[in-house]
């Protein structure tokens, strides 16, 4: 059976754009996932972070995936550790960080895993490029469009750094 999820990829250290785009690939190789689209490259500042924290660039994804939600965390965290990612620290910059923001409509809450991502409502880094992708995807627990949730603020917040072309398949 073949869900859809949706993946926030993160960087705010080092050549962040091609971060971004190297973890793009791995996804794009690794076998059970398939890429289906991807949103523009955004900057926002560094959110409930030191002062003087690099700003991040975000990018989302939608995937295809043979995976149960907690088997593509395990691979998401495989490509994590390949950029030397070691530590999932919130407060702490990062060459790359991937976010399962949703899996299909699943709700999940374990310890390892929170689907749909908790803070996901409260990021507009992260709503801004979703919705990019698919402006009528609705949260699981509200059922409200998630569009629904952003406001003129936000669009100021996160700036569209780049588009990006078609997906490549």
Do not use: W
Not at 38 to 44: I, L
Not at 78 to 106: M, V
Not at 108 to 123: A, D, G, S, Y
Not at 148 to 156: C, H, I, P, R, S
């Amino acid at each position: 059976m073949t869900s859809t999820a949706y993946i926030l990829i993160g960087s705010n250290l080092g050549d962040r754009e091609k971060y971004l785009s190297s973890a793009i690939a791995m996804i794009k190789e690794t076998p059970g996932l398939e890429l289906c689209d991807r949103s523009s490259v955004y900057s926002s500042e560094a959110q409930q972070m030191a002062n003087g924290t690099p700003s991040f660039l975000n990018q989302a994804v939608k995937v295809k995936t043979e995976f149960t939600s907690s088997e593509l965390l395990t691979a998401l965290q495989t490509i994590e550790q390949a950029f030397g990612r070691t530590d999932k620290g919130k407060q702490l910059s990062r060459t790359i960080d991937l976010d399962i923001l949703l899996y299909d409509a699943e709700i999940v809450e374990t310890e390892r895993l929170t689907i749909p991502h908790p803070e996901l409502l409260n990021r507009a880094f992260a709503l801004i490029p979703l919705i990019e992708i698919d402006p009528e995807l609705v949260h699981p627990l509200t059922g409200r469009r998630l569009k629904d949730y952003l406001n003129d603020e936000d669009f100021k917040l996160v700036r569209q750094k780049e588009e990006h072309g078609p997906v490549i398949y």
